[in-house]
């Protein structure tokens, strides 16, 4: 939900909410649903109005305050569909705050479907109970995105092979870049090395696929800061 959450206010549900809490969870008017929007925490509501792609929503009491949440983003080179849609779903309940894909020189998918991503995080987020969904970025080149990268926010670079430090604990704002399946070329780690805010970084002795490698980044970030 985007709308405002507070207790006797009534709430529009999209077409795609109401289709789904009718046609898919089988729910009707009376029954109760969980809402969130990402600021007011979660709330039990129940169904006021319901009827084909057309949904009414009551919100009634406040189950759980919204919490601070890690100010994490992943960068990731878009991989084939299902891998892609795997790192989507397990960023998402790992807390990641924005995807942001970036083509390299050797990513294998021509393209990224955004609003896919963007269904399969509000999906991960229901499942895993997080108040909050990831904001899904349009795909950049790497060196267009290397150019706008926001001042204080660390990138730490997922290298293999490479002489590297171990992930960082997550301190302040914060992304893991984690390249395509055939790594990064020679050159593109030579620009990252360049990069006054990028911190390479191992993930252990083994070579990861690239999905395996942004779930553990994430991860290993999260659990050396505490999260």
Known sequence: MTAPLRAGAEIAASP??????????????GDPVRLFNGVDGEWQARIA???RDRATL???????????????WLVFAPLKRDATDLVAQKATELGAAALLPVFT?????GRVNTDRLAAIAIEAAEQCERLTVPRIEAPRQL??????????RRL??????????PVPPLTGPTAL???????FTPAELDVLRRHPLVHPATLGPRILRAETAAIVGL????ARSGG
Not at 219 to 222: N, P, S, T, V
């Open 16 to 29: 795609a909410q109401a289709h789904y809490l009718g046609s898919v969870m089988r729910r009707g008017a």
């Open 49 to 51: 109005f319901l009827k």
């Open 58 to 72: 009551a919100p009634g009491q406040l189950l759980r305050p919204q919490a601070p949440e890690s100010d994490l």
């Open 105 to 109: 020189e050797r990513t294998n998918a």
């Open 143 to 152: 060196g267009e995105l290397l150019a706008d990268w926001p001042d204080g």
């Open 156 to 165: 730490v670079v997922a290298v293999e092979r490479e002489a590297g430090d």
């Open 177 to 183: 870049l984690v390249g395509p399946e055939g790594g």
């Open 219 to 222: 991860a290993l970030l999260q």
